[in-house]
């Protein structure tokens, strides 16, 4: 089975620079689709962020009236203890069509090198990733080394 072929890969947000800001990423249409993986990649995190990355959805693709869903995947960051690591948030089977992930950035700076969204549990397949994906390939080598 090939992963790819039964997943979509996107990338829904752009690095940000150091800030104590949230952010906000695409919004993904869900239709079709069992859940959404979302992976925040972080780059140099100051000791004592706090660092929350958690989802929104909604029954229309437009960025108000996004309702959080609860929980999220948070960290406190101790001495460089979050520097190039990476949350992890996985949604599944949420209520409404349309979701986006939210990272929050609290406390001291953060700066994040973006995030991809991965959407499984496809009813249709093989899938078509997003345009950001510049280039994929299945390596299939049965033959033993």
Known sequence: MSLTKNVK???????ASAAQTAIESDILNMA????????????DVTTGSVLGLGAEQNDVN????????????AFTAGASDADSKVLVLDVYKPREQFVRAKLTRTTANAVVDGIIAIQYGAKSVPTAHAAAIIASALLNDPAPA
């Open 62 to 73: 437009n960025g108000t009236g996004m309702a959080a869903l609860t929980g999220s995947a």
């Open 9 to 15: 890969i996107s990338r829904v947000s752009a690095a």
């Open 32 to 43: 079709g689709f069992d859940g959404v993986l979302f992976v925040a990649l972080l780059g």
